[in-house]
């Protein structure tokens, strides 16, 4: 699976931004696919995954109710929707995709077999 993340960009403190995960090789339908942010220098941290079966999205608490996470299974792409940015959301993201993934390992970065280049946000204050 080959996975491209494009909507980056700068953006001022308050505003939107909505990222987009193209796959090519597999469909997604039957991946586990999840958004990560990394700061320079600063551990890859989880931001939003979607389960394949059931549907079933997780958040980190620093986005809840900011962000959304939806899946076009048709386009075969996963978008990440961020709402009211803050400063403290400027990253590089990226989006990931893995099968088999155990719930208690959805927010880990060794759960995802597959990792597409990241797309860098910035948030000005």
């Known amino acids: 699976v080959q996975l491209q993340a494009s909507g980056g960009g700068l953006v001022q403190a308050g505003g939107s931004l909505r990222l987009s995960c193209a796959a090519s090789?597999?469909?997604?339908?039957?991946?586990?696919m999840a958004w990560f942010r990394q700061v320079s220098g600063e551990e890859r941290e989880f931001v939003t995954s979607?389960?394949?079966?059931?549907?079933?999205?997780y958040y980190a608490d620093p986005v809840k109710g900011r962000f959304i996470i939806s899946r076009d299974n048709a386009k075969n792409t996963v978008d990440l929707q961020m709402n009211s940015l803050k400063p403290e959301d400027t990253a590089v993201y990226y989006c990931?995709?893995?099968?088999?993934?155990?719930?208690?390992?959805?927010?880990?970065?060794?759960?995802?077999?597959?990792w597409g280049h990241g797309t860098l946000v910035t948030v000005s204050s």
């Open positions: 990931a995709a893995g099968s088999t993934i155990i719930t208690s390992t959805v927010r880990s970065t060794d759960a995802y077999h597959y």
């Open positions: 090789g597999r469909t997604l339908s039957r991946l586990d």
């Open positions: 979607s389960r394949w079966s059931g549907g079933r999205t």
